[in-house]
């Protein structure tokens, strides 16, 4: 989603978020992710403001203090970036990758089904479709990408072949790089 991501060249315009948008956001993010319920206040304070910044391709960036920490796809759900992830990653669905494909990963590669079932990898099998999911890379610590899963875990055990996860945000790519001012 992010590969052809210019941030200077793709803003439109910057918004002040109101704090009834802001909380709606919050509890949607708690809704996404019941695990962040007891820090989402320390993630985003409840006095802070949050500033919408419509992009190209309808990508609508929320920033907190300059720094972008959640991102959001036309009518899609709002989802966490990685600066985000990066202080709670407890709060979030995780698979892991081998160590043979985090450089595909890093690289911005969807992840491949066997990168997650081989004897480097775990895939819970609660995952289900369509759900975002942060991936860990075996014996690093920090998450290295966020995904949205093609199929339910257990399809994937099934097939053991082809795209489970499409990348959609990962260390080093656009948005990442990008600093507000």
Request: glycine letters at 10%; hydrophobic letters at 40%.
């Amino acid at each position: 989603m992010f590969k052809r991501f210019n941030s200077k060249e793709d803003f439109k315009g910057t918004t002040p978020i109101k704090s009834s948008i802001q909380r709606g956001i919050k509890s949607k993010l708690v809704e996404t992710f019941p695990k962040l319920e007891h820090v989402i206040d320390e993630l985003i304070p409840k006095k802070s403001q949050l500033t919408q910044i419509k992009c190209e391709e309808r990508i609508f960036l929320y920033a907190l203090n300059g720094e972008v920490i959640l991102f959001q796809h036309f009518d899609g759900p709002v989802v966490p970036s990685l600066r985000l992830i990066h202080k709670c990653p407890d709060g979030f669905p995780q698979v892991r990758v081998d160590r043979g494909a985090i450089k595909f990963v890093l690289s911005g590669a969807n992840i491949m089904i066997p990168g997650l079932t081989s004897a480097g990898g775990n895939l819970p099998e609660d995952i289900g479709k369509d759900k975002y999911v942060i991936i860990m890379a075996e014996g690093k610590g920090a998450p290295a990408a966020i995904g949205l899963t093609q199929m339910t875990a257990k399809e994937m055990i099934e097939t053991n072949k082809g795209i489970g996860i499409e990348n959609v945000h990962h260390l080093g790519d656009n948005l990442w790089k990008t600093i507000l001012d």
